[in-house]
């Protein structure tokens, strides 16, 4: 009985040493694991023009950002918010963000202007970061969901 059971250990040892992976288990990343909001508006390539440079030097610029967040019943999910920011594509400047967290008290339209940041000319990405409660636990996820091309024209003040 006793070498019965040894030979039983063993053979389950070596199946166990045969299952287990070889080498780096790695997760595979998705682009995008579940629902997420759109860009309503700008689409990629729009020009802002700027005026003088931003409003608090005097400038007259905005930029208009619409953005369609997703609800959902089964399984609960729900945009929050989202973080709106500029990135320069060539990886020169810090990114510089026009809202965090923003969004609206109802389910909806998140639609908004703001001014950009003084100086800020040229091609960016206008970077949406979605944050999403996943209700049945409270889980409150942010991921980037969007990055339309577009370019700040500054012009002076006629």
């Not at 619409?66 to 400047?93: C, K, M, R, W």
């Not at 967290?101 to 908004?112: A, E, H, K, Q, R």
């Not at 940041?117 to 944050?131: K, Q, T």
């Amino acid at each position: 009985m006793l070498s019965f059971i040894a030979s039983l250990t063993s053979l389950l040892a070596a199946t166990a040493a045969i299952a287990l992976p070889v080498g780096e288990a790695r997760a595979e990343v998705a682009p995008r694991a579940g629902p997420s909001g759109y860009v309503v508006y700008p689409p990629g390539g729009t020009t802002f023009d700027s005026y003088g440079g931003a409003e608090s030097s005097g400038g007259e610029s905005y930029i208009h950002v619409q953005y369609e967040g997703v609800y959902q019943n089964s399984p609960y999910t729900a945009t929050i918010g989202v973080d709106i920011f500029l990135e320069d594509p060539t990886g020169v400047q810090p990114d510089q963000y026009l809202a965090y967290n923003f969004g609206t008290p109802t389910i909806g339209l998140i639609d908004g202007y703001f001014s950009p940041p003084a100086g800020a000319c040229g091609d960016y990405r206008l970077v949406f970061e979605e944050h999403q409660n996943l209700g049945n636990y409270g889980d409150i996820i942010k991921f980037r969901a969007a990055a339309p091309s577009i370019t700040l024209l500054c012009l002076p003040i006629q």
